[in-house]
Nanobody
Framework: QVQLVESGGGSVQAGGTLRVSCAASGYTLSNGCMGWFRQAPGKRREAVAIESYGGGSTWYADSVKGRFTLSQDNAKNTLSLQMNSLKPEDTGMYYC???????????????????RGQGTQVTVSS
């Protein structure tokens, strides 16, 4: 049984940094695609960063390019999102998702990923 468990959310002031992590059990990183989505109150859930292992590419939303970075620890089977220069508009629930059968996933909505975590809250104050 696959489980994705997010951690590392919290509250920070604008300009600060946070790192959220997704620990996967029953799932091997480097299969298909894996990444992060977020949902702000009253807004649609959006993709933030997606690693497409089949295509060997990393995709970032324009709003986070240059500020957010994906990384993974294969020994811990964990995918992390380092978030720097945070802005109030980065506030939201951050969700991890994994999709084992596709090679390229930035266009796939959150609900299209086979495995999805419960989320961790990130709050950025001005």
């Amino acid at each position: 049984q696959v489980q994705l468990v997010e951690s590392g959310g919290g509250s920070v002031q604008a300009g600060g940094t946070l790192r959220v992590s997704c620990a996967a059990s029953g799932y091997t990183l480097s299969n298909g695609c894996m990444g992060w989505f977020r949902q702000a109150p009253g807004k649609r859930r959006e993709a933030v960063a997606i690693e497409s292992y089949g295509g060997g590419s990393t995709w970032y939303a324009d709003s986070v390019k240059g500020r957010f970075t994906l990384s993974q620890d294969n020994a811990k089977n964990t995918l992390s999102l380092q978030m720097n220069s945070l802005k109030p508009e980065d506030t939201g629930m951050y969700y991890c998702a994994a999709e084992p059968t596709r090679a390229y996933c930035p266009a796939i909505p959150f609900d299209g990923f086979d495995y999805r975590g419960q989320g961790t809250q990130v709050t950025v104050s001005s």
